[in-house]
């Protein structure tokens, strides 16, 4: 019987429509991807089936790390990929969305969802409905998405029999809105769709050459005019560096090449660390305000004499900006000039950076002898700790060519991680974590995720967690996965057992562990090795052991919950929220400290 296509188009454009699921596969291929994270469901099985012989179908152990996975992948790929079924699968990944939205991370979060001809006035499982509604709702986990800010969409049938659907099409420009804008994406898909016909697309032979809009702001040659008089007249400038160069390789680059050819030193703000190499001559670390124990910290306070502000947020958050100490010399710095970008991809500062590149600048000469140097050797026969952790990894960072990636969680191990020193991972990122989102339970998703791109890419670095008691038993489920997926973690399990950061008492609620819990028991079980270290030589020696070692290597610290064994950032913030809240001795302190820088 001859089809309606047929009737309409004829029999070979009939035959040459492809279906929905080979499409989304071309078009997530076509994006980068190889890898979705999801769990599986009964909606969602039809686009397993599909995809599965092309695309690496990675289980999780629950849909919210599922969405953590996947943010991860979009930190380290520029696209991330999540698949679940519906509605009881996809609604537990808006936490994983929020923190997309948040953090500004393109992931495209798929949702199998009822076929169309199943769509009527009966409830059907996993639908969010009251047994006393008058109403059957199919959109709540459309309207939960949409809540956030995101952009959403059920791809739909054919509307006439004669007039194939353009699901195929929507799927493709759904994936480059997330791509081109940096934000999340939800996307249903009816299950009766999947293997239906679609109409035929023409993809683009790369990346570069979809049409995103022309850069229809001028000016550049103005700004770029104005940034060079300013370096003319300035004798120590500096370059502080924003979060929003995170998927932008080519700014990056010209940035780095910028730097590189007249000698300015540069800094990133505490939400862009990672992004640049922290040992390259020209680094002065991540900066921020009086909180700042990397090198330039003293460098920026009182000597530089102009700020090229490159890509940072439009809005100031109180994470990134000192907590609002007003200590953040570069937020309130006069002689400065400010490129937020305001174009897709930030063409608009693509476009300056060409021209400064090209420019007749006089180089200058900095050297890091003008900085600060590194603090002195920790005592090996100190206690480790948070209070020493990140001097004791950057001695070790400093003797290892492999680039350890820091994967910290949420708490005392993500302030930390601050005064550590980065190098330039072949990941484009050697820190990751959610610092403005703050969602505990990302690390070990985001440490898989890093962890299988290192292994599929051949690189050695080394995915390092560092995470607290607390965080570890929020998301040891996901240690599974590094078995099955034969990848390496070093794990440095620091145990206090109790949920220290925002501590505010001593109630039962705060304890989230036990004195007779055996960590290395679980590791165990994952096949992994594990050790425990008291001092800070035992730590070096076990942790480049765990660097030899495959599959999940876990090192236990026994950390005190005591104020001097908290990192200093720590310590400075809750000395500020002393202050604030009126105490006078806090208060005393914090204005001897403030003066003083």
Not at 253 to 259: D, E, K, M, T, V
Not at 478 to 494: A, G, N, P, R, S
Request: net charge negative.
């Amino acid at each position: 019987m001859t089809t309606s296509y047929e009737s309409n188009f004829g029999k070979d454009y009939s035959d040459s429509l492809p279906l929905l699921g080979a499409v989304m596969a071309d078009v997530i291929e076509f994006f980068g991807g190889n890898t979705v994270y999801g769990v599986g469901g009964d909606f969602a099985a039809n686009l397993i089936a599909a995809m599965e012989q092309r695309l690496d179908i990675c289980p999780s152990s629950n849909e919210m790390h599922a969405g953590f996975s996947a943010c991860a992948q979009a930190e380290i790929d520029g696209l991330g990929f999540c698949l679940t079924t519906y509605t009881v699968g996809s609604l537990p990944c808006t936490s994983a969305a929020a923190l997309a939205v948040t953090e500004g991370l393109p992931v495209v979060f798929i949702s199998g969802a009822p076929g169309e001809v199943e769509v009527h006035q009966q409830a059907i499982h996993h639908t969010v409905h009251p047994n006393a509604s008058w109403k059957t709702e199919y959109d709540n986990a459309l309207n939960a998405f949409a809540a956030l800010g995101m952009k959403v969409e059920r791809l739909q049938g054919d509307r006439a029999s004669s007039q194939p659907n353009v699901a195929g099409n929507r799927f493709f420009h759904l994936v480059a809105q997330a791509y081109k804008t940096k934000q999340p994406v939800f996307i249903e898909v009816p299950r009766d769709l999947v293997f239906s016909k679609t109409q035929l697309l023409r993809l683009p032979p790369s990346l570069e050459s979809i049409y995103w809009g022309d850069n229809v702001l001028c000016g550049s040659e103005m700004i770029a005019a104005k940034i060079i008089s300013k370096l003319e007249q300035s004798q120590a400038p500096m370059l502080y560096l924003g979060d929003k160069l995170k998927h932008n390789e080519k700014l990056k680059s010209l940035i780095l090449a910028f730097a590189e050819k007249y000698r300015i030193p540069f800094a990133t703000s505490w939400f862009a660390k990672g992004l640049f190499d922290e040992f390259h001559p020209l680094s002065l670390g991540a900066y921020n305000g009086v909180f700042t124990q990397t090198i330039g910290g003293e460098y920026i306070d009182q000597q530089v004499d102009y700020v090229l502000d490159v890509a940072t947020s439009i809005y100031a958050q109180d994470t990134n900006t000192a907590f609002g100490t007003g200590t953040h010399k570069i937020e309130n710095f006069d002689n400065r000039t400010l490129l937020k970008g305001g174009t897709v991809l930030e063409r608009d500062i693509i476009e300056v950076f060409e021209h400064l590149i090209n420019a007749n600048i006089t180089p200058f000469e900095f050297s890091l002898e003008q900085a600060k140097t590194q603090a002195d050797e920790v005592n090996p026969a100190e206690p480790i700790d948070f209070n020493n952790l990140a001097p004791v990894l950057n001695e070790l960072q400093q003797q290892q060519t492999t680039p350890f990636v820091y994967l910290p969680e949420v708490g005392n191990s993500y302030f930390a991680s601050y005064s550590l020193k980065v190098r330039q991972s072949s990941l484009g990122r050697a820190w990751l974590t959610n610092p403005w989102y703050g969602a505990m339970g990302t690390a070990l998703p985001y440490a898989r995720a890093v962890a299988k791109k290192i292994k599929a890419t051949g690189n050695h670095d080394r995915a390092v967690v560092i995470i607290g008691d607390g965080g570890f038993h929020f998301q040891l489920n996901e240690l599974i996965h590094f078995l099955k997926d034969q990848t390496d973690v070093t794990i440095i399990y620091m145990r206090n057992n109790v949920f220290h950061l925002g501590k505010s008492g001593d109630s039962s609620i705060y304890h989230c562990n036990s004195e007779l819990f055996d960590v290395h028991s679980v590791v165990k079980g994952y096949q992994g090795h594990s050790y425990c270290c008291q001092t800070v030589a035992d730590f070096k020696k076990v942790f480049e052991q765990s660097l030899q070692g495959q599959g999940i290597q876990l090192i236990e610290v026994l950390a005190l919950p005591t104020e001097e064994k908290q990192c200093n950032e720590l310590r400075l913030l809750n000395l500020y929220i002393k202050a604030k809240n009126g105490h006078p001795e806090a208060v005393e302190k914090w204005q001897a400290l403030t003066k003083m820088n």
